[in-house]
């Protein structure tokens, strides 16, 4: 859950951030016996509410404004700031035109100076070396100049660009608002990878990851996935996964994967859907299709 950054935070705007939060709560055990329709609306309603949070408890910060984003910094940081912007900008089209998001109003983005004021938003050690993080609507970024220690301006630029985290964090937020939520672990991470990919080159690569050795099956990436003990397995599972559906049946087939899971459909059943594989079929081909890659 966001922390508060600024002290000036009034008494006042906690305990009323505290009384929406328990509202949304009274909301979300009311909706969810109700059908999808309303169950998509509790969920929105819920993620607006922390979204709502995240902007009120860094209100303070200075705002960089963009076309499709307003980017938070703290001063003395704007040049990194506009950096990240300009990623953002760069990859928004390429991506919302893709999977038909069309999300109204501009999506905020905070710059974290250090990796501890990002990760104690989420309560994870200090060591954690996460570059960005998509959560309730707010994408979260580490200061490249944390990061990346070219110090050449354009190669700088170019660095961040190529490695940083804007295509993949954006293509986790338009996931979630494609679905309402309704998406297994897996294909987010798979899929957000895959746009990276495609958009800068970056791909996945760790010895850790190599297919020579038990892989895990996507229920248990779905349900344990930031516990499974082989992170960069997981990961490269989840990006090879959906670069075979990619691959295989064509880029649309995620997109109406999408659209089948906004519909309120399970991910088996999106797959019978789309792909017109049961989940056992889907997971054995997809395997074999990978390490006939590797």
């Known amino acids: 859950m966001p922390q508060i950054i600024k002290t000036m935070n009034s008494m006042f705007g906690n305990k009323y951030l505290g009384i929406t939060f328990a509202a949304l709560l009274i909301l979300a055990a009311f909706f969810m016996k109700l059908p999808q329709v309303f ?12 979204k709502q949070k995240a902007l009120w408890t860094t209100r303070s910060m200075d705002t960089l404004k963009g076309e499709h984003f307003n980017v938070r910094f ?6 990194d700031a506009k950096l990240v912007l300009a990623a953002a900008e760069k990859f928004y089209t390429p991506i919302a035109e893709k999977y038909g998001y069309t999300g109204k109003g501009k999506i905020p983005i905070i710059v974290y100076p250090s990796r501890l004021e990002l990760n104690r938003n989420f309560g994870w050690e200090a060591n954690e070396s996460a570059m960005g993080v998509y959560w309730a609507g707010v994408i979260r970024v580490l200061s490249p100049n944390v990061w990346l220690s070219e110090e050449d301006l354009d190669k ?17 937020l338009v996931v979630d608002y494609k679905t309402a939520g309704n998406y297994t672990r897996w294909f987010t991470e ?45 990961y490269r599972q989840s990006y090879l996964a959906v670069r075979y559906i990619a691959e295989v ?19 088996e059943d999106a797959l019978v859907m789309v792909l017109n594989n049961e989940m056992v079929d889907f997971e054995g081909n997809y395997k074999n299709w990978a390490k006939e890659q590797e």
């Open 39 to 50: 169950k998509n609306t509790n969920y929105n309603l819920f993620r607006e509410g922390l």
């Open 74 to 79: 703290t001063p003395g940081n704007e040049e």
């Open 156 to 172: 700088y630029r170019e660095e961040f660009m190529q490695s940083g985290p804007m295509a993949h964090e954006f293509t986790h």
């Open 190 to 234: 798979g899929i957000a990878q895959y746009e990276e990919y495609k958009l800068t080159g970056f791909e996945f690569d760790d010895k850790q990851a190599s297919l020579k050795q038990p892989l895990y099956t996507l229920d248990e990436m779905d349900a344990y996935f930031d516990n499974l003990p082989n992170q960069p397995l997981a």
């Open 249 to 267: 049946y064509g880029e649309d087939s995620l997109k109406r994967i999408l659209e089948s899971l906004a519909s309120g459909n399970k991910m």
